[in-house]
């Protein structure tokens, strides 16, 4: 089992930026491939970014290319997401997520078994 926890979130105008965090106990944080998600009332979530075990790969849905950062800090059990260039479509609850299926499909919900409860954000224009 892997308890996730995220923060980080808030409110701020477009432009701006946020960090979010995502902070790892229970298993070996190493173990696990982790990504973030985000969710609107009424949306299926979607998948913002993904990030392998070893940090050496990362994806990102194509409108949060180049404005999103996805990292982990092994030594912390930590990964993060540090969102620049907020755009108010940017506006939703985002979760992490972990697990080792990431051969299977990085970006999608079914092959993460352990997620956190979510941040908001909101982004003002």
């Excluded at 973030?36 to 949060?64: C, H, L, M």
Aim: glycine share 10%.
């Amino acid at each position: 089992q892997v308890q996730l926890v995220e923060s980080g979130g808030g409110l701020v105008q477009a432009g701006g930026s946020l960090r979010l965090s995502c902070a790892a106990s229970g298993r070996t944080f190493t173990d696990y491939d982790m990504a973030w998600f985000r969710q609107t009332p009424g949306k299926e979530r979607e998948f913002v970014a993904a990030i392998s075990s070893s940090g050496s790969r990362t994806n990102y849905v194509d409108s949060v290319e180049g404005r999103f950062t996805i990292s982990r800090g092994n030594a912390k059990n930590t990964m993060y997401l540090q969102m620049n260039s907020l755009k108010p479509e940017d506006t939703a609850d985002y979760y992490c997520a972990a697990d080792n299926r990431w051969s299977y499909g990085y970006s999608i919900t079914s092959n993460y078994r352990y997620w956190g409860q979510g941040t908001q954000v909101t982004v003002s224009s």
